[in-house]
């Protein structure tokens, strides 16, 4: 077998998530806190693909899942305890997505070092493997909902569905790769599951010891607010007033929209501070029209919305010469 290791991985891994190489307690991994992060992979001349993971989970939840899609087909959805999953397919070149698709909100990602990680990708001695072809990237900050948390039901891991959500579905039709920088439960005052914190400082780490150096994406979607409705309205409109200028500072060559919440909290204040900063806001009413709990889309849902949300975004994407 021919096997990539976390440091070959990692260039490829960069584009469609936010990965880096970490040491664990036998070798180094490719690892991330974020549901959704994904690798995009072509491999040629193998007759299977061989990943290995880590399943780095909280001892009183489930374990962590991964989804993987080959030539853009279904999803097809492993437990990481299986800790090697093969794919066989015919020597012919082949896309392959493989993503980080369910976690708990038991799992430490933030200083437990309880995120998803990859040991390697192993193909046949006469296999090649390669990053895919380049795609315009997208970067989506959110919380549990921009994840991909709840979708098909109310059991963690299980039912979350980062391949399938809204986000995930948006850039499918438009043709792009995604980046995930999205917390369950998270909001810019409220703090995430995880022991994630708030999203001015979750948009800046991996986690509590890793620094993220921020891609330089196409366009920036920000999907905050649901979370933070409990807090009093002046005290939301300062944190995402703060919130936008540092996405501003972080993209200052990248444009960004702004999504009304899907529950339309604080649409109001989003229309302002989007109108302020000139930049373009996004209204999401009736775009659900069913949900799991009320809050969270389903998949009939989020699919939709994943579809309104790319009709609003070709346009922005064409003005900046991407078709």
Not at 67 to 95: C, N, S, Y
Not at 205 to 223: E, F, G
């Amino acid at each position: 077998m021919r096997t990539y290791f976390p440091p070959q991985l990692l260039k490829i891994a960069e584009r469609t998530g936010r990965w880096v190489v970490k040491p664990d307690n036998t070798g180094q991994v490719l690892y991330t806190t974020n549901l959704g992060s994904y690798l995009r992979i072509q491999v040629t001349g193998s007759h299977r693909l061989i990943l290995t993971v880590a399943n780095h989970h909280a001892a009183l939840g489930p374990g962590q899942v991964y989804a993987i899609r080959v030539d853009g087909r279904h999803w097809r959805r492993f437990p990481a305890r299986q800790e090697k999953i093969i794919l066989p397919f015919t020597p012919a070149t082949h896309t392959i997505e493989i993503m980080a698709a369910g976690n708990t909100d038991l799992d430490a990602v933030w200083n437990g070092d309880q995120g998803f990680a990859i040991r390697s990708l192993a193909v046949d001695n006469a296999g090649t493997l390669q990053a895919a072809s380049l795609r315009p990237v997208i970067d989506f900050i959110g919380d549990s909902i921009t994840a991909g948390c709840w979708v098909a039901g109310r059991h963690a891991a299980a039912d979350y569905r980062p391949e399938s959500n809204y986000a995930a579905t948006c850039a499918d039709l438009v043709n792009a790769d995604s980046v995930r920088i999205a917390y369950s439960a998270g909001g810019v005052l409220r703090p995430a599951t995880g022991g994630v914190p708030v999203a001015s400082e979750f948009l800046r780490q991996i986690d509590h010891h890793t620094p993220w150096v921020p891609n330089h994406p196409q366009l920036v979607i920000i999907n905050l607010g649901v979370n933070d409705r409990r807090f009093p309205t002046e005290q939301f409109v300062a944190a995402y007033d703060r919130f936008i200028k540092q996405v501003i500072t972080t993209f200052p060559e990248t444009p960004i929209a702004l999504m009304v919440p899907f529950s339309q909290h604080f649409k109001e204040e989003i229309t302002t501070i989007s109108h302020h900063y000139q930049l373009p806001v996004i209204d999401t009413a009736h775009w659900c029209p069913s949900y799991t709990d009320g809050l969270h889309p389903d998949q009939a849902g989020t699919t939709a919305a994943g579809h309104r949300l790319a009709q609003v975004i070709t346009p922005l994407l064409r003005q900046n010469g991407i078709e």
